[in-house]
């Protein structure tokens, strides 16, 4: 008899904790389809939203490995937009912005007066070594230069900064700058690149800048956004700002 009234009980538990998940599975099952049907509605409306917004469409996130490049993508961005006849035809507005971020004692030496003597180069060959990015000017009155050795993921090479520095000097006498661009404006490896010594005089003198990505870059990014009279430049500005941001 007990082995009767078990086995009734164990039936009935059973019956009931099957109707239990039963009607806990159709519970589920309707606030699953719920939730589906709510985020196919905002997904549909987030499709609605990046096809009008194009902020969300970054083109250097795209290109595999773009965003990483200082050689192909940040030198030749970069030098573009510091040419005062670069393909973005806004003029000199970011070459005299990006001297401003720089905050030169006086920068009218560094400004061009006439832009048929103003050039920028790529990858300028020195003789012992490439400077990124390399910016001259040479007239009849006088001769100016802005080198730009590019670090971004790259470690500095034997006496690197030491050799362009004399390349420059005895060319510009003192009339040029080198600038040394990272993310985060960080020093160069001393004395792997340049000595103490020769390190602590030309950035005394002004003539060497630490300049950054995240400050020097996006400052001149930044200030001149308002001033771009092209749609399609500023869009591009405004991407490679949020790039800038994720070095």
């Known amino acids: ?28 099952k309707t606030n699953f389809s719920r939730i589906l049907s ?17 902020s969300l469409y970054n083109i250097f996130k795209i290109i595999k490995g773009a965003t990483r490049d200082e050689e192909r993508t940040h030198s030749p961005f970069l030098a573009d937009l510091l040419n005062i006849d670069g393909l973005h035809n806004q003029g000199d507005l970011f070459y005299l912005d ?19 003597f103003f050039q920028v180069e790529l990858e300028k060959w020195v003789g012992n070594g490439s400077i990124d990015i390399f910016i001259s ?3 009849p009155e006088r001769n100016f230069a802005i080198a730009i050795e590019n670090k971004i993921y790259a470690l500095d090479q034997d006496k690197q900064l030491e050799r362009y520095y004399y390349f420059l000097k005895s060319i510009y006498s003192d009339n040029f700058l080198l600038v040394y661009l990272t993310p985060n404006g960080k020093q ?39 001033e771009i009279e092209s749609a399609k430049i500023r869009m591009i500005n405004e991407q490679y700002i949020q790039i800038i941001n994720s070095l």
């Open 38 to 54: 709510e985020t196919s509605a905002i997904k549909e409306r987030a499709d609605v939203i990046a096809k009008r917004d194009p």
């Open 137 to 139: 000017y040479h007239s």
């Open 188 to 226: 160069p490896q001393i004395p792997k690149s340049i000595t103490q010594d020769l390190f602590d005089k030309i950035l005394g003198d002004e003539i060497l800048y630490l300049a950054s990505y995240k400050k020097h870059i996006i400052k001149m990014l930044e200030s001149t956004l308002n």
């Open 98 to 116: 990006f001297l401003n971020q720089l905050n030169l004692k006086d920068s009218n030496r560094f400004k061009p007066s006439k832009k048929f």
């Open 1 to 28: 008899m007990e082995s009767f009234l078990i086995k009734r009980f164990f039936e009935k538990y059973k019956s009931k904790r099957l109707a239990l998940f039963e009607n806990k599975t159709e519970k589920d």
